[in-house]
Nanobody, 121 residues
Framework: QVQLVESGGGLVQPGGSLRLSCAAS????????MGWYRQAPGKQRELVAT???????NYADSVKGRFTISRDNAKNTVYLQMNSLKPEDTAVYYC???????????????WGQGTQVTVSS
């Protein structure tokens, strides 16, 4: 019913930047919160940043001041600008959205397939 497609991952040197994008499509009525999570090898998936449909953002302490989340509601797209990247930022990054569809009144959580970000010299 709803698909989330991420793009923008890749290999970058420490101190570099990357911009991730995630576009939602399908039978969308309302998108509430959108966010980014990441999972490094051998670790649990963790929250990176979230942004509601209105004002306000939320960041993990480890990325505050370096990452910026934003969204374009007209395009059903969320972005993650990542600056001053560190090797410890290496992970698969997943897009997440809480969506009410045109066929289901109860909102549910959808996930993208993930995009690899590798920070290495």
């Amino acid at each position: 019913q709803v698909q989330l497609v991420e793009s923008g991952g890749g290999l970058v040197q420490p101190g570099g930047s990357l911009r991730l994008s995630c576009a939602a499509s399908g039978s969308i009525d309302v998108i509430y919160v959108m966010g980014w999570y990441r999972q490094a090898p051998g670790k649990q998936r963790e929250l990176v940043a979230t942004i509601p449909s209105g004002a306000g953002t939320n960041y993990a302490d480890s990325v505050k001041g370096r990452f910026t989340i934003s969204r374009d509601n007209a395009k059903n797209t969320v972005y993650l600008q990542m600056n001053s990247l560190k090797p410890e930022d290496t992970a698969v990054y997943y897009c997440n959205a809480v969506v009410r569809t045109t066929t289901q009144l109860t909102p549910r959580v959808y996930w993208g397939q993930g995009t690899q970000v590798t920070v290495s010299s």
